[in-house]
């Protein structure tokens, strides 16, 4: 049986308020998940535009 399976199986199992209890746990697991893909996107987006500013040739410490 598949997880989606055994959820839908528990959950039919509970009365109707813990049902609406499970479903608000479902929803802000997915707002988290939500939240850190766009801090992702924010950290990545920052470090492209932080690199963009500054040339290999900017990077004295490359040089002997």
């Known amino acids: 049986m598949s997880t989606v399976e055994l959820i839908v199986e528990k959950t039919n199992a509970l009365p109707a308020e813990l049902q ?4 608000h746990y479902v929803d802000y697991l ?3 998940k939500a939240e850190q893909a766009e801090a992702r996107d ?4 920052a470090a492209e535009q932080l690199a ?3 040339a290999d040739a900017d990077a004295i410490y490359d040089h002997d």
Do not use: D, G, H, P
């Open 20 to 23: 609406k209890e499970a479903l």
């Open 42 to 45: 924010w950290t990545q987006f």
């Open 52 to 54: 963009s500013q500054y």
């Open 30 to 32: 997915l707002s988290r």
